[in-house]
């Protein structure tokens, strides 16, 4: 797994991706809430589980996920992307 | 209303006369050798990119098989919600009068997830995971009903183009053939259907909607075609079929122009149906 500076801005360049460049990078902050002020979308979790599968090799299975996971950067990192909590359900 | 009322009558008088035994329509056979066509060449995701083009007929066959494993996966995790959504709404003060058909509609669908289910299960030995999810949150008046019959007449509408075109190809596994001529003979009473129930959803409630819920709407509905489409490119199906790099294919089969093509033109038909409602205002970015 990379350092979590790198992971945090994969996630973080993939997040401004995803939501068309209306938001800026110094405006996404790593607890900034994205599904609730609409940054990204419910329909897109499905591409950001693909990317999330791509960056841990790790299958995720949805059925095990709480929404809550989601909810910043800093919940995704911690259920998918640490050493000590993987598989996102936890939130 | 009188309308629709009318045509889910009809369409039970159909249903109960095509009524169909899931376990005996479909002749199950014990092998299922992978070196043949189980999906139209031209319907396959990565068609178009120089990767398939660098398959022999064999390695394109055995991707044919995963393909329309993932096919089938993606029609049961679509009808499983869809089931659950029906089976919620079932004698609901909206829909009772509705009722009797939505009886044929849930039976319909525990039939395909019967077939597909059968498919996977007995020749790929699992049906390939969901990716889908969605967030809970509130809604306007009428709001959650009607997206959730609009989600179904977008998903039924692409899978019915990919039935219809695969129902006809000889150059299919018979099996195969079979699975989509039934699914697309039933899924034509519930197009039917959906389109009224959406019509009539929509006529009813959004008059009352917010200028901000109507456009959510609108953009919810447009990125839903979007999402449907994203399933068609599941990696797992390109680890199985061998394909080196499968996240990255997903990518490439995806931004490939010739699929571009292809998406818009399969989406052509419902695409137009929400536009001339005004249930979408732009078109999805396929």
């Known amino acids: 797994m990379k ?41 897109q979790i499905m591409d950001l589980i693909l990317q999330l599968e791509k960056i841990t090799g790790e299958p995720l299975d949805v059925e095990q996920l709480k929404p809550g996971v989601f909810k910043n950067i800093d919940t995704i990192y911690k259920n998918f992307c640490s050493e000590n909590n993987r598989g996102g359900g936890e939130a | 209303m009188a309308s629709i009322t009318e045509t ?45 083009e660098a398959l022999n007929e064999s390695q394109r066959q055995i991707l044919s098989f995963y393909e329309a494993t993932n096919f089938f996966s993606l029609n049961i995790h679509g009808e499983k919600s869809l ?60 709001e959650e009903d009607f997206l959730f019959f609009a989600r179904i007449m977008i998903f ?65 509905l447009s990125n839903y075609i979007v999402s449907t489409w994203k399933e068609y490119y599941n990696p797992d199906v390109y680890a199985d079929a061998g394909i080196a790099d499968p996240y990255d294919m997903v990518e490439k089969a995806w931004n490939c122009e010739s699929a571009r093509k292809h998406r818009a033109k399969v989406s052509s038909k419902v695409v137009e149906f929400l536009k001339e409602r005004k249930m979408i205002d732009e078109e999805p970015a396929l």
């Not at chain 2, 059968?118 to 809604?139: D, H, L, T, W």
């Open chain 2, 156 to 220: 039924e509408e692409l899978v019915d183009v990919y039935n219809i075109r695969m129902s006809t190809d000889e150059k299919l596994e018979p099996i195969a053939r079979q699975i989509n001529l039934v699914h697309h003979l039933e899924e034509a009473r519930h197009l039917v259907f959906g389109r009224l129930i959406v019509e009539h959803l929509f006529e009813k409630y959004s008059p009352g909607w917010s200028a901000q819920v109507l456009q959510n709407c609108k953009s919810y």
């Open chain 1, 3 to 43: 350092p979590e500076a790198e992971v945090k801005e994969t996630l973080r360049a993939w997040i401004i991706k995803a939501n068309g460049g209306k938001i800026k990078p110094e405006e996404l902050l790593d607890d900034t809430p994205i599904i609730e002020e609409r940054i990204i979308t419910s329909l």
């Open chain 2, 83 to 142: 089931v659950e959504g029906i089976a919620h709404r079932l004698y609901s003060k909206e829909l009772k009068e509705f009722a009797a058909y939505l009886h044929h509609f849930l039976d319909e669908e525990n039939k395909h997830m019967i077939y597909f289910g059968g498919f996977c299960q007995r020749y790929a030995g699992k049906v390939y995971r969901n990716r889908k999810m969605e967030i809970p949150r509130e809604y306007a008046k009428g």
């Open chain 2, 8 to 52: 889910a009558k009809k369409l039970c008088e159909i249903s109960q006369k095509a009524y169909l035994n899931p376990y005996t329509y479909i002749n199950w056979r014990d092998e299922m050798p992978k070196e043949q066509w189980f999906m139209t060449p031209e319907l396959i995701s990565i068609f178009g990119t120089s990767e398939y």
